[in-house]
């Protein structure tokens, strides 16, 4: 096989989709904790969002916003004033009451609180980031009455909903749009996220519970696949990508694959016809 050419340009979508957000337990068995998750008791984090209007001001040409608000954060009863100042590609504050901590934003545009889980004390604040090329990132914050802390972010914009939503069961766990392979039935569940210590946890599945079975597709679509001799081995470095989309195959709803080998961001799979290869989709710019 030939070793890619655009490897180089791969690990760095993967670092920016999975490495600066949130912290990873890479070794973390999901499959007892998935063979009980019922994806109808998930719903839209949409769903979270609280109804409050921060005072917002907002600069477009310096990518500045600051934004002011009262709200008990930590439900204590006692009203806390937040003040934000945010300045894209520069040190920004994020203040509230005493407390202050600096953050970086590239093009921030929004500010809004959502309740991550009933009853449990905390409000948390929202800093939603178009980024340098519309590439969104969410970041959220909690205050414990006397310190800020950076849970860390999701790359999608929760308040657009479908496509881009992320699920929540209401009791501490999230799922991204990437971590949930629906074009497939019963759909794969590739990681979790969940809230540890005030930081936004990402716990990879176990993949191989995966591996070896045939899957329905749910819906019509059109991706890249490169035909492919498959192994257990196969990375990312042996494949040679191609992104021409004049090149993309169809897919019908309806019909079955099999999953050979399994990448964070790729699929070796089975044709109907016997056919073996990787099954990929566009991830960014």
Known sequence: MIKSKYYIIILIIIFALTGCGYNQKPEVDL???QEEVNLDNFFDLKECILEYDFII???YEDFSLN?????????DSKVD??????LGREESTIKINDSEISIYTDHPFDVYLVDFLKDDGFIELVIYDDGPSADPVTTFFRYDGKNIYQL?????DIRMGDPNKVLTDGGGSFIEIGGLAKFIFPQIIKGLHTIEDNQLIYNPSDLSKYINKEYTI??????FFIEENLRDDLTSQDVEFIWDY??????KKGETIKLIVHDEFWYGIELQNGTTGILYFWIGD
């Open 218 to 223: 749910t819906t019509d679509f059109k991706a």
């Open 67 to 75: 934004a002011e608000g009262k709200y008990d954060l930590n439900e």
């Open 152 to 156: 860390g972010s999701l790359f999608t």
């Open 246 to 251: 004049e090149v993309m195959s169809e897919f």
């Open 31 to 33: 499959v007892t904790y």
């Open 81 to 86: 004033l937040i003040e934000i100042k945010l």
């Open 57 to 59: 001001e907002k600069e």
